[in-house]
T-cell receptor
Framework: GAVVSQHPSWVICKSGTSVKIECRSLDFQATTMFWYRQFPKQSLMLMATSNEGSKATYEQGVEKDKFLINHASLTLSTLTVTSAHPEDSSFYICSATNPGLAGVNNEQFFGPGTRLTVL | DAKTTQPPSMDCAEGRAANLPCNHS???????VYWYRQIHSQGPQYIIHGLKNNETNEMASLIITEDRKSSTLILPHATLRDTAVYYC????????????????FGQGTILTVHP
């Protein structure tokens, strides 16, 4: 159990276009989802925290108008990279958790990631 | 969350035990030690966590020193598929408000298992 999927697994787009990435919890309800970004040979950097039915909380330095996050249901969160540029090329990873499922130990379940390449 | 220090890389022979150290000297009393790993081009995978007692599951063992300032992740019989970046994260699991659930990833240890 506790499987998280992402779609697409990879995407190539032209500079200036917008790209939407989906994160789904397949067999549990995720009250909280997290979006990370990972550049080559670097660690994961948290971008934002998404709670179902409320606005996302962005980390310092992450532009909320550029990275639109929607968590409209307990099983789906989306990240839209608006007006993408080559410097947005990265590996985007989501994770999901539910206190009732993970208990006090707050285990997070990660998706497989989406590789975005902006030409 | 407390900062952690890990060696940047380690090697291990297939079939042998891999012992990955982590220093977390500023850990507070109610923070847990979590270990995740990331195989190349995949999302991180949870391995194990603990507070102060040693823990074991089907993947690994976690040894936490008595003063809780360091820990060791043990993969008892490493295989080639265990080659990955291993992240040691100190985290307060039931933090409220905007800190809830946040995991801070350091640079981790690149474990290479060779034949």
């Amino acid at each position: 159990g506790a499987v998280v999927s992402q779609h697409p697994s990879w995407v190539i787009c032209k500079s200036g276009t917008s790209v939407k990435i989906e994160c789904r919890s397949l067999d549990f309800q995720a009250t909280t989802m997290f979006w990370y970004r990972q550049f080559p040979k670097q660690s994961l950097m948290l971008m934002a925290t998404s709670n179902e039915g409320s606005k996302a909380t962005y980390e310092q330095g992450v532009e909320k108008d550029k990275f639109l996050i929607n968590h409209a249901s307990l099983t789906l969160s989306t990240l839209t990279v608006t007006s993408a540029h080559p410097e947005d090329s990265s590996f985007y990873i989501c994770s999901a958790t539910n206190p009732g499922l993970a208990g006090v130990n707050n285990e997070q379940f990660f998706g497989p990631g989406t590789r975005l390449t902006v030409l | 969350d407390a900062k952690t220090t890990q060696p940047p890389s380690m090697d291990c022979a297939e079939g042998r035990a891999a012992n990955l150290p982590c220093n977390h000297s500023t850990i507070s009393g109610n923070e847990y030690v979590y270990w995740y790993r990331q195989i190349h081009s995949q999302g991180p995978q949870y391995i194990i966590h603990g507070l102060k007692n040693n823990e074991t599951n089907e993947m690994a063992s976690l040894i936490i020193t008595e003063d809780r300032k360091s820990s060791t992740l043990i993969l008892p019989h490493a295989t080639l598929r265990d080659t990955a970046v291993y992240y040691c994260i100190v985290h307060l699991p039931n933090a409220g408000g905007t800190s809830y659930g946040k995991l801070t990833f350091g640079q981790g240890t690149i474990l290479t298992v060779h034949p």
